[in-house]
């Protein structure tokens, strides 16, 4: 067993989840995770040794997938542990040790502010999504969760919701109420970078950030229904395009594979030769591989 699969000695992995039940883990019991699949349940699954008695009476624990567990120490980290079977060793089972399971889904994040103020001093209001998941185990638990035995998803999303909409604000003060309307997309990417280092602090990753829409004063309701009109042209515009080019990609796709029976029948009818047969084929069966690459 390699010494960086060792973990500080406390735990060392032995194999992957599906090996359970194989003599590849010789305990007699094991610790999994315990999650709802509702945003209300926990985010975290925490079992410390001096509250969970059995802790001490089992073997081993299971990473499943999507989770990470870390495992710590009198609140010191010992290591990370990715989905797979793990073998507890006699010095993780004193107290003081705990193991955190952390659950990666992604959630989604809804937001909204009535009063954010623009360059040009127009309060607007503005609203939106944003998926996030959990990326660094260890920096969620040490900077987000803390001692807490239960951290829900609704809780987290109250608690990077304000962070959200104070970065949303302040990118949105250096535009006009026109500017806004006008430049949504680089609104969405100047908010998701200035969240960036804050999200990857707490070990989330900012999965994407939308903005659904304004509401502003009267005088800009036409410039507004305006901007959406032309929005929605625009990604009409680009499906239909979209569509064009799936259109030619299969004309070719279906041209190509025709030559390629061509070549089949006439080397079945002694038409060409089995040395010109294989030319043929290959260079059609390229240029087909070289077009499906292309769909994906």
């Known amino acids: 067993m390699a010494e960086v699969e060792k973990y500080g000695g406390l735990f060392?992995?032995?194999?992957?989840?599906?090996?359970?039940?194989?003599?590849?883990?010789?305990?007699?019991?094991?610790?999994?995770?315990?999650?709802?699949?509702?945003?209300?349940?926990?985010?975290?699954?925490?079992?410390?040794?001096?509250?969970?008695?059995?802790?001490?009476?089992?073997?081993?624990?299971?990473?499943?997938?999507?989770?990470?567990?870390?495992?710590?120490?009198?609140?010191?980290?010992?290591?990370?542990?990715?989905?797979?079977?793990?073998?507890?060793?006699?010095?993780?089972?004193?107290?003081?040790?705990?193991?955190?399971?952390?659950?990666?889904?992604?959630?989604?994040?809804?937001?909204?502010?009535p009063g954010v103020y623009t360059s040009d001093n127009i309060i607007i209001g503005c609203y939106g999504i944003s998926r996030m998941r959990v990326v660094n185990p260890r920096n969620f638990i040490m900077n987000v969760v803390s001692h807490k035995q239960y951290y829900s998803g609704n809780e987290l999303k109250n608690w990077v919701k304000q962070t959200i909409i104070a970065a949303v604000k302040h990118v949105m003060s250096r535009y006009t109420v026109p500017e806004l309307l006008k430049e949504r997309r680089s609104l969405e990417i100047q908010t998701r970078s200035e969240l960036g280092p804050e999200t990857s602090r707490w070990g989330l990753e900012l999965v994407g950030l939308d903005i659904g829409g304004f509401k502003v004063p009267d005088e800009y309701q036409a410039l507004l229904s305006y901007e959406i009109e032309k929005q929605v042209l625009e990604q009409q515009q680009e499906l239909a395009e979209q569509r064009k080019e799936l259109d030619v990609v299969a004309e070719k796709v279906k041209k190509y594979e025709q030559m390629l029976e061509q070549a089949d029948e006439m080397f079945l009818n002694g038409k060409i030769s089995e040395e010109k047969y294989k030319e043929l084929t290959d260079k059609y069966s390229k240029k087909l591989a070289q077009i499906k690459a292309q769909m994906q």
């Open 12 to 113: 060392r992995r032995i194999g992957d989840a599906v090996h359970i039940g194989t003599k590849k883990f010789k305990g007699k019991a094991i610790l999994s995770s315990d999650f709802g699949s509702e945003i209300e349940s926990s985010l975290i699954s925490r079992i410390k040794s001096e509250d969970y008695d059995s802790f001490r009476k089992h073997d081993g624990f299971i990473v499943k997938d999507p989770e990470n567990a870390i495992l710590l120490q009198s609140g010191s980290l010992v290591g990370v542990a990715g989905s797979g079977i793990y073998q507890l060793e006699k010095s993780a089972k004193r107290p003081g040790s705990e193991i955190i399971w952390v659950t990666k889904r992604e959630f989604i994040v809804k937001w909204g502010s």
